[in-house]
């Protein structure tokens, strides 16, 4: 059903694909949880920020999109690759939200989401010091948490 929505191959309410992906994410919360206890290091590409950062640009109350994530596990890290040239490169345009204009309110609503948490990375520059950007932000938070770092959860104040 998302990936159809995803191709434009259906529709489907604003709220209900929000609140489907959401689903997933709480789905899979156990298993995160218990791989993290495990002393497992999971690295999660568009997690719960993504959800909130397209749904609101498509116009729902922040707030709203928050909601449903509440409670979900909160990341150690995001690592934000800013692309803003993304357009650019090749297959880039297929998808539902791969249309410029909507990326640019995505790109707004990561802005607002953004916090102490957040590392930002210009993915523009050379693949060699994105690269080693990435390695620091990742080691770092990876010998923060063997330390013992309790699990966070998302908006929950």
Not at 24 to 36: D, G, N, Q, T
Not at 91 to 109: D, I, M, T
Not at 131 to 147: D, S
Request: aromatic share 10%; proline share 3%.
């Amino acid at each position: 059903m998302i990936s159809s929505y995803l191709a434009n191959q259906s529709n489907l309410d604003d709220r209900a694909i929000h609140l489907l992906f959401s689903a997933i994410r709480w789905e899979k919360r156990s298993l995160m949880e218990s791989k993290l206890r495990s002393g497992t290091t999971l690295i999660v590409d568009r997690y719960s920020f993504s959800g909130v950062a397209f749904s609101s640009a498509k116009g729902l109350d922040m707030k709203w999109c928050k909601a449903p994530e509440a409670g979900l596990l909160a990341p150690d890290v995001v690592i934000y690759l800013d692309i803003s040239r993304a357009a650019e490169r090749g297959g880039y345009g297929g998808e539902r939200y791969e249309k410029l204009e909507f990326q640019k309110k995505v790109a707004q609503s990561y802005t607002t989401l953004q916090d102490s948490t957040w590392k930002i990375v210009d993915a523009t520059l050379p693949i060699e010091i994105v690269e080693e950007q990435l390695r620091r932000i990742v080691v770092e938070c990876v010998m923060t948490c063997h330390k013992g770092k309790p699990f966070a959860h998302l908006w929950q104040n």
